[in-house]
């Protein structure tokens, strides 16, 4: 089979006007960025058609070095979904330069299931993340300059900076470093850090935003710091929101795009679930849900990552209701969870599969908890047998849940058919019930977390440390204890231990620190040793990438 460059160059691309056009979007709208790739201006959402329509979540079992291919999945299903004559879109997040050239290659999608034209869309794409780090790194040095030129004057010092900088480079060596070195013109020293780009509380705020204004306001209230009368100090004391907003005027319009088989795409936003709220923006999931019947989105990792903040913060604060839920299964991952080695997960491993079905069965539970109809879509790997397909379907069978087999990858829209018709048939059938929330908007933050940890991951017992407790007390005098929480941890297990396969019991989540994104308005915990700038493998993707006679060789 061709690599997946080589089935994306392959693929004649229409004109996106063409694209929008079959959507009914006016085409004197569409702000073309070159002639397959466009921005939608954030105007034309029709809330009464956004209430209407059926939107459809896709999430995994908990992820493993053997992969999932979520993205595939929910570009596929949106091909199916066209095949069996539904006006289906699909709404995806951004990738991040970061995986890019690091662990993943690009995240496009996969095979024949692909958002195009891909290598602008892992790369540089309509400027997104370029507009998200200038924008917060603008407020840093605006903050920067407000502190040197304010030296020694009464009321203007601040004894806690709580804002950083952010970079798209998977960077460890910027987690944790010192600027302002070398003499008092080039600053005051400071003890501060890097981020990546997907962490920024600006990518946060572009992803829950309803408009300009909106995102304008919260700009403005994003929390940099507390000064030495105990107050907090927001980026609108430094009267910088409308110069940071400008900088955000044409990344808040939704990205159209198209899949390998025409079918829209957008493409907005780009917040990691293990380390933010993992999903794609407001105004791109209503911008799909304004012209598409079926619009299929997808929340980041597992389903106790992804999907637990689409539910809690994005469906929470937008107003969304998902008709329906996909979990993605792969027999390599739930072997993976049921202790069969990494080098033996291609081998028939009747027991340990059996084993794996644990995670996924933690999943259910957990999503059915929300009042979600659920579907199992089998993704297909070449290695999967049919003893394999038939013990999964028969443990769906037993647990009265929907079961698809998903072959999108080889075979484009054809291979997703089942899965399509299996969804469409479950929404009319039994669709979602109104989404019930895992904690009271009115819990405290210590409250929300520990039912977070305790009801979905499986936790005894949470502790915090003395930083958290500290900033804790910050959130309350500040009366935000009513925001939403976002827990920043591996993806790799329920716990912070990433070597936690399948489903730990009795273990304490350890909070080491909490982050106040006043502005995006939620409280980010994070659990463990996880890190907001990640690092690079030992052999990073990178070393595969390389221009040949103009033609771009190594993303996948």
């Given at each position: 089979?061709?690599?997946?460059?080589?089935?994306?160059?392959?693929?004649?691309?229409?004109?996106?006007?063409?694209?929008?056009?079959?959507?009914?979007?006016?085409?004197?709208?569409?702000?073309?960025?070159?002639?397959?790739i466009?921005?939608?201006?954030?105007?034309?959402?029709?809330e009464?058609?956004?209430?209407?329509?059926?939107?459809?979540?896709?999430?995994?079992i908990?992820?493993?070095?053997?992969?999932?291919?979520?993205?595939?999945?929910?570009?596929?299903?949106?091909?199916?979904?066209?095949?069996?004559?539904?006006?289906?879109?699909?709404?995806?997040?951004?990738?991040?330069l970061g995986?890019?050239?690091?662990?993943?290659?690009?995240?496009?999608?996969?095979?024949?299931?692909?958002?195009?034209?891909?290598?602008?869309?892992?790369?540089?794409?309509?400027?997104?993340?370029?507009?998200?780090?200038?924008?917060h790194?603008?407020?840093?040095?605006?903050?920067?300059?407000?502190?040197?030129?304010?030296?020694?004057?009464?009321?203007?010092?601040?004894?806690?900076?709580?804002?950083?900088?952010?970079?798209?480079v998977?960077?460890?060596?910027?987690?944790?470093?010192?600027?302002?070195?070398?003499?008092?013109?080039?600053?005051?020293?400071?003890?501060?850090?890097?981020?990546?780009?997907?962490?920024?509380?600006?990518?946060?705020?572009?992803?829950?935003?309803?408009?300009?204004?909106?995102l304008?306001?919260?700009?403005?209230?994003?929390?940099?710091?507390?000064?030495?009368?105990?107050?907090?100090?927001?980026?609108?004391?430094?009267?910088?929101?409308?110069?940071?907003?400008?900088?955000?005027?044409?990344?808040?319009?939704?990205?159209?795009?198209?899949?390998?088989?025409?079918?829209?795409?957008?493409?907005?936003?780009?917040?990691?679930?293990?380390?933010?709220?993992?999903?794609?923006?407001?105004?791109?999931?209503?911008?799909?849900?304004?012209?598409?019947?079926?619009?299929?989105?997808?929340?980041?990792?597992?389903?106790?990552?992804?999907?637990?903040?689409?539910?809690n913060?994005?469906?929470?604060?937008?107003?969304?209701?998902?008709?329906?839920?996909?979990?993605?299964?792969?027999?390599?991952?739930?072997?993976?969870?049921?202790?069969?080695?990494?080098?033996?997960?291609?081998?028939?491993?009747?027991?340990?599969?059996?084993?794996?079905?644990?995670?996924?069965?933690?999943?259910?539970?957990?999503?059915?908890?929300?009042?979600?109809?659920?579907?199992?879509?089998?993704?297909?790997h070449?290695?999967?047998?049919?003893?394999?397909?038939?013990?999964?379907?028969?443990?769906?069978?037993?647990?009265?849940?929907?079961?698809?087999?998903?072959?999108?990858?080889?075979?484009?829209?054809?291979?997703?058919?089942?899965?399509?018709?299996?969804?469409?048939?479950?929404?009319?059938?039994?669709?979602?019930?109104?989404?019930?929330?895992?904690?009271?908007?009115?819990?405290?933050?210590?409250?929300?977390?520990?039912?977070?940890?305790?009801?979905?991951?499986?936790a005894?017992?949470?502790?915090?440390?003395?930083?958290?407790?500290?900033?804790?007390?910050?959130?309350?005098?500040?009366?935000?204890?009513?925001?939403?929480?976002?827990?920043?941890?591996?993806?790799?297990?329920?716990?912070?231990?990433?070597?936690?396969?399948?489903?730990?019991?009795?273990?304490?989540?350890?909070?080491?620190?909490?982050?106040?994104n006043?502005?995006?308005?939620?409280?980010?915990?994070?659990?463990?040793?996880?890190?907001?700038?990640?690092?690079?493998?030992?052999?990073?993707?990178?070393?595969?990438?390389?221009?040949?006679?103009?033609?771009?060789?190594?993303?996948?």
């Amino acid at each position: 089979m061709k690599t997946d460059i080589e089935i994306a160059r392959s693929i004649e691309l229409k004109k996106i006007k063409k694209i929008a056009s079959q959507l009914n979007i006016p085409v004197d709208e569409v702000l073309n960025y070159g002639k397959y790739i466009a921005k939608i201006p954030v105007e034309l959402i029709d809330e009464e058609k956004v209430k209407k329509n059926n939107l459809i979540l896709v999430t995994a079992i908990t992820p493993t070095k053997a992969g999932i291919g979520k993205t595939t999945v929910s570009i596929g299903l949106a091909l199916g979904l066209e095949k069996i004559g539904k006006r289906a879109i699909v709404a995806l997040r951004e990738p991040s330069l970061g995986p890019c050239f690091g662990m993943k290659g690009g995240a496009a999608g996969g095979g024949y299931a692909q958002v195009l034209p891909m290598e602008n869309i892992n790369l540089h794409f309509t400027g997104d993340f370029h507009a998200v780090t200038s924008a917060h790194n603008m407020i840093t040095a605006l903050l920067d300059n407000y502190l040197y030129q304010n030296q020694g004057v009464c009321g203007s010092g601040l004894k806690e900076i709580l804002w950083k900088r952010v970079l798209d480079v998977n960077d460890r060596s910027l987690r944790k470093v010192v600027t302002g070195l070398g003499g008092q013109t080039n600053g005051i020293p400071t003890e501060t850090g890097f981020d990546i780009t997907p962490a920024s509380e600006i990518m946060a705020i572009l992803c829950l935003a309803k408009d300009m204004d909106d995102l304008k306001r919260r700009i403005g209230e994003i929390l940099l710091g507390i000064d030495y009368e105990n107050k907090p100090f927001k980026v609108k004391d430094l009267h910088i929101e409308g110069a940071i907003a400008v900088l955000m005027r044409d990344a808040i319009n939704p990205n159209l795009v198209q899949t390998t088989e025409h079918t829209a795409a957008f493409i907005h936003g780009g917040p990691f679930a293990n380390i933010a709220h993992g999903c794609n923006s407001v105004i791109a999931t209503k911008m799909a849900l304004t012209y598409g019947d079926y619009v299929v989105t997808e929340a980041g990792f597992g389903a106790d990552l992804g999907a637990e903040k689409f539910f809690n913060i994005k469906c929470r604060k937008a107003g969304l209701q998902p008709k329906l839920t996909v979990i993605v299964v792969t027999a390599q991952g739930l072997k993976m969870h049921g202790n069969v080695p990494l080098e033996d997960i291609k081998k028939t491993h009747r027991e340990g599969l059996i084993k794996g079905f644990e995670n996924l069965d933690k999943h259910l539970e957990n999503l059915k908890n929300t009042g979600q109809s659920v579907v199992v879509a089998f993704n297909k790997h070449i290695s999967d047998t049919e003893e394999e397909m038939a013990l999964l379907k028969q443990h769906c069978d037993e647990k009265e849940v929907g079961f698809a087999v998903n072959t999108a990858f080889s075979a484009g829209g054809e291979g997703a058919k089942d899965l399509a018709q299996l969804v469409v048939d479950t929404i009319e059938k039994t669709p979602s019930a109104p989404l019930r929330f895992t904690y009271e908007e009115e819990d405290s933050i210590k409250l929300k977390i520990e039912k977070i940890a305790k009801n979905v991951y499986g936790a005894e017992a949470v502790q915090f440390s003395e930083r958290a407790e500290k900033i804790l007390k910050i959130v309350r005098e500040m009366n935000i204890e009513h925001f939403p929480v976002c827990i920043a941890k591996t993806q790799f297990s329920f716990s912070a231990n990433p070597k936690g396969y399948g489903v730990e019991k009795g273990f304490k989540l350890k909070i080491n620190d909490i982050v106040i994104n006043n502005g995006a308005e939620f409280i980010v915990a994070i659990a463990g040793e996880i890190m907001r700038m990640p690092g690079l493998p030992k052999i990073p993707n990178a070393v595969n990438m390389d221009i040949v006679n103009g033609i771009i060789e190594g993303l996948s």
